[in-house]
């Protein structure tokens, strides 16, 4: 899941100091998991920039409400008329989220309540873990399911390192090092013999390298006809 935190206080009431009707978006999939960007948190924030203004005198107007997802079109345009009537958008969602009604609605204001920080996965309650960098290449195939990429400080690809010490890494000792629980896990499955092989450099060009990624599944395209019938049932 994408795993985002709330931006301080005081930087959201920069970005929208300047403006009157804020309407503050949250979306109930990956940061309401993460306890950043859901109803409770929307509302959380909106009382706190009302008891903010009350302090400092300043006078705004705010709405808020929580969107299945905010990342597809579908869910944005059931707002449409509050995000039209609306001075500045305050996403509390993924970046992607944010992006989407900023390319929606280029006209609009639209500013990121959240800092998109990584994906991760819940170790424990309020505890997040990132093990993707969404690279583009998987190989945990010959890892034994443990991403060096994501996971190894130095992204290495035939570790482990020198500085890994009693399967700690060097960079902070409180960390795992990548390469131990990849050798452990290897031998626990009886293949450590993949770590004979020598990897060679990494290819970045299925990565974020290249610019902007596009992926295309032709077979879940919809055709002409098929779009127009979906316009006109919307």
């Not at 999939?29 to 959380?44: P, R």
């Not at 992204?155 to 902070?172: K, T, W």
Request: aromatic letters at 4%; one cysteine or more; glycine letters at 10%.
């Amino acid at each position: 899941m994408i795993v985002a935190e709330r931006k301080p206080l005081g930087e959201i009431v920069e970005m929208i100091a300047q403006l009157h009707k804020v309407t503050v978006i949250g979306c109930r999939s990956c940061v309401a998991i993460c306890l950043a960007g859901g109803e409770k948190e929307v509302k959380m924030l909106i009382s706190a920039l009302k008891l903010k203004n009350r302090k400092e005198g300043r006078k705004q107007e705010f709405d808020g409400f929580v969107l299945e997802r905010q990342c597809e079109k579908e869910w944005v345009k059931e707002v449409d008329d509050k995000i039209l009537a609306s001075d500045v958008i305050l996403s509390m969602s993924c970046s992607l989220g944010a992006q989407t009604i900023a390319d929606m609605y280029p006209e609009k204001v639209v500013v990121p309540g959240l800092n998109t920080a990584m994906f991760g996965v819940p170790e424990e309650q309020g505890m997040w873990s990132e093990k993707c960098l969404g690279c583009g290449d998987c190989i945990i195939h010959t890892t034994g399911g443990i991403c060096p990429i994501a996971r190894c400080a130095k992204s290495m690809l035939n570790g482990p390192c020198g500085g890994s010490s009693d399967g700690h890494c060097e960079v902070n000792l409180d960390i795992e090092c990548a390469w131990y629980a990849i050798h452990e896990r290897l031998k626990l499955q009886g293949r450590l013999d993949l770590l004979e092989a020598v990897r060679p450099p990494k290819d970045w060009t299925p990565s974020h390298s290249g610019g902007r990624r596009i992926i295309v599944r032709e077979d879940a395209k919809l055709t002409q006809h098929q779009k127009r019938g979906k316009e006109a049932v919307i």
